[in-house]
């Protein structure tokens, strides 16, 4: 493998990195505030459906973002009702989450556009195009940095910087802001910061509300940047692989922005590997180099990285003493 095609590897995985990074942080604002958020496939999807609709029907990728995050937020505060306001079972409502909102976009998109479950293609102003940094095909021509800025850095859609950048950025408020400190205290130990008077129901319905935005973008990507339309189920497990990189970033940002790249690295990695035969194997079977990200995930999980232990009060509803 020569160096431009390593830099084209690493291109795709920054590009298939930016949804997973995107909805690992929207789970670990949740989890952090004590809310289990199992629904973030279906956020996604249902995100990625109104993001691709809106575009097709206005022409507009920023309508699209608008209400693929609306989208999003409906779903956030009806798993946010359950688990919160009704102390329901956190799994459950993320599990029906999810199963509503892969029946529902299909049968929407069904009536809506009757393309066999899919939007109509998009094009123009109604996706998010490519960026070209200043001086990216000047600098090109300067041997090793000039390609790694031109290829890696230049030439990708807003929401892949707006992905990396939030990474900071929730570093930032989960740790030097009071918010993120309330907000980690309230997934630790409710109780004590219902005694310092703060109220536990707004500040996790906060923390699911982010949720809700950041999936909302996530989805927006896979189908107005990333891709060029809506179809059927097009998050393909997404949300699971993000949920599996906040247990193995331990619920930190920038660990989490690690396991990120990890994944996508291994996606980027098998559609290059499909069809090549591989030195003393040959070629690999096609369903087998697609279970690459996956087999991945699973050996990881499996304890290759050590013990994750998620925030104490996780999944456990708030009763307020009297």
Known sequence: MDFLQILSLLDSTIRLAAPLIL??????FSERAGV?????????????????????????????????????????????????SQKGNQVVSGVAINTIAAGLTAVLAQAWFELGGRTPSLDGASRFAAIDLPLAQT???????????AELVSGHNLLVYIA??????????????????????????????????I?????????????????????????????????ENMTAG???????????????????????LLFAFADALQTRLQGVPL????????????????ILTV????GFVGRAIPPKAAGLPYTKDR
């Open 23 to 28: 909805a690992a942080l929207a789970g670990l």
């Open 36 to 84: 289990v958020d199992i629904g973030l496939e279906g956020k996604m999807l249902a995100g990625a459906f109104a993001a691709a609709a809106a575009g097709a029907a206005t022409g507009s990728a920023w309508i699209g973002l608008l209400a693929g995050i609306t989208a999003s937020l409906v779903l956030a505060a009806v798993h946010g009702f359950a688990c919160i």
């Open 164 to 197: 990396f950048l939030a990474v900071p950025l929730a570093a930032w408020i989960a740790y030097r802001t009071r918010f993120g400190l309330r907000l980690r205290a309230v997934g630790e130990n409710p109780a004590a910061v219902d005694t310092a008077g």
């Open 279 to 294: 030195p003393g194997i040959g070629e690999v079977p096609v369903q087998v180099i697609e279970a690459l990200p996956y």
């Open 139 to 149: 600098l090109s021509g300067i041997p090793l940095l000039g390609p790694v800025y």
């Open 199 to 231: 109220s536990v129901p707004v500040l996790r319905y906060q923390a699911v509300a982010i949720a809700g935005v950041l999936c909302g973008i996530a989805g927006a990507y896979l189908s107005t940047a990333q891709g060029a339309g809506f179809q």
């Open 238 to 260: 997404k949300g699971y692989l993000a949920l599996a990189a906040l247990i193995l970033g331990k619920w930190k940002p920038v660990p989490t922005l690690m396991a990120c």
């Open 299 to 302: 050996l990881l999980l499996a």
